[in-house]
């Protein structure tokens, strides 16, 4: 037997248990009657295996009561227990509904506007390609190379939604074969691209890596989220997600290279997401690839970090100057408020 609020399924087998209390007659008895498995006619009575016709037909022989009168039962059980699973469903994925950033989607354009719950359940099982929303706890489904998302945070649907968004976006995205080696080669090229202004970078970084089979997808914040960026397959590509509204050169150019570094590293892919010595090797390896780590160390060691010298190295270092602030910045070497007029704030149009 099943339940919802509104409907509950019986199956057959509650009466035919019913009919055999009645006479007395043990289910081994029963099974052999009617020429079926114990395991079978267990299943029957507890509704786990459909009636069919040919048992209805049995069933009269043995029983006594008409076959269409279990053939009747069993079609009311399986409506009742269609409606039960819906209504469940749908009760699961109003709560999950209302923990979704559903207003910012609505105003970026993702997502149809609604103030009805179960239109916005409905929308965002759209949205997401699933039959319910509970079925975005299923790793399979929801993979990148960030960490495990979970149904039951907040952020992590949040995270989900930005996730499918760049999914969608970049579907419309024609891309070469896969090709590692060839964004390997591909890095210092990219690297050069610091020193350019956002509408001179973006389509040459983006023709750069879909010769490598790579989607790059540009998209707002989502509240919430904490998330700066996302790697993921998605069928025959590889998805790099980024969000850019504000962002400051340094940290662009960070994000971007931690998540190729995903790519190269081989993190993308895993169902289990990736873990903390991924995402810290991937720290490292962006950070050595924008700054050499022996000269930033000699730099360092020079203890001169006037704006003439910060700009001389970024200039040998073939950089944007924003960059190595960041760097000297996280690392300690100055203080947050010092040289940020050297950094860059990038609005790129989504």
């Given at each position: 037997m099943m339940r919802s609020r509104s409907y509950i399924a019986t199956p057959p087998g509650a009466t035919i248990k019913e009919q055999l209390e009645d006479r007395g007659m043990s289910q081994k008895e029963f099974a052999a009657r009617m020429d079926l498995s114990e395991k079978h006619?267990?299943?029957?009575?507890?509704?786990?295996?459909?009636?069919?016709?040919?048992?209805?037909?049995?069933?009269?022989?043995?029983?006594?009561?008409?076959?269409?009168?279990?053939?009747n039962l069993e079609a009311i059980y399986r409506e009742k227990l269609l409606k039960v699973e819906a209504e469940n469903a749908m009760d699961e994925d109003e709560a999950l509904a209302q923990q979704f950033p559903y207003s910012e989607m609505v105003k970026y354009r993702w997502i149809q506007a609604t103030k009805n719950l179960k239109e916005k359940v409905i929308y965002l099982r759209q949205y997401f390609g699933v039959v319910k929303l509970s079925l975005l706890g299923n790793e399979l489904i929801t993979k990148i190379a960030y960490r495990r998302l979970a149904i039951t945070d907040k952020s992590d649907l949040a995270t989900m939604a930005w996730v499918q968004e760049a999914k969608i976006q970049a579907r419309k995205i024609q891309t070469s074969p896969i090709n590692i080696k060839g964004l390997v080669s591909a890095i210092p090229e990219i690297r050069k691209m610091t020193v350019m202004k956002t509408d001179e970078f973006c389509p040459k970084i983006r023709t750069t890596l879909?010769?490598?089979?790579?989607?790059?997808?540009?998209?707002?914040?989502?509240?919430?989220?904490?998330?700066?960026?996302?790697?993921?397959?998605?069928?025959?590509?590889?998805?790099?997600?980024?969000?850019?509204?504000?962002?400051?050169?340094?940290?662009?150019?960070?994000?971007?290279?931690?998540e190729l570094a995903h790519i190269v590293l081989g993190h993308i892919g895993n169902i289990n997401g990736t873990t903390k010595k991924d995402e810290k090797d991937a720290d490292t390896w962006a950070g050595d690839i924008l700054i050499n780590p022996a000269e930033f160390a000699a730099f360092k060691l020079r203890g001169n970090y006037s704006e003439k010298n910060v700009l001389a190295f970024a200039k040998e270092q073939g950089i944007?100057?924003?960059?190595?602030?960041?760097?000297?910045?996280?690392?300690?070497?100055?203080?947050?408020?010092?040289?940020?007029?050297?950094?860059?704030?990038?609005?790129?149009?989504?």
């Open positions: 006619v267990s299943k029957l009575i507890n509704g786990e295996v459909q009636l069919t016709p040919d048992v209805a037909v049995r069933l009269e022989t043995v029983l006594g009561v008409p076959a269409r009168f279990w053939s879909e010769n490598c089979g790579i989607a790059l997808v540009f998209l707002p914040h989502l509240k919430g989220s904490f998330l700066q960026g996302a790697t993921f397959l998605d069928g025959n590509k590889i998805v790099v997600g980024l969000t850019v509204r504000g962002k400051n050169a340094d940290k662009f150019w960070f994000s971007l290279f931690h944007a100057p924003g960059i190595v602030v960041g760097r000297m910045q996280l690392e300690g070497m100055i203080k947050y408020s010092v040289l940020n007029n050297l950094k860059v704030k990038y609005e790129i149009k989504i």
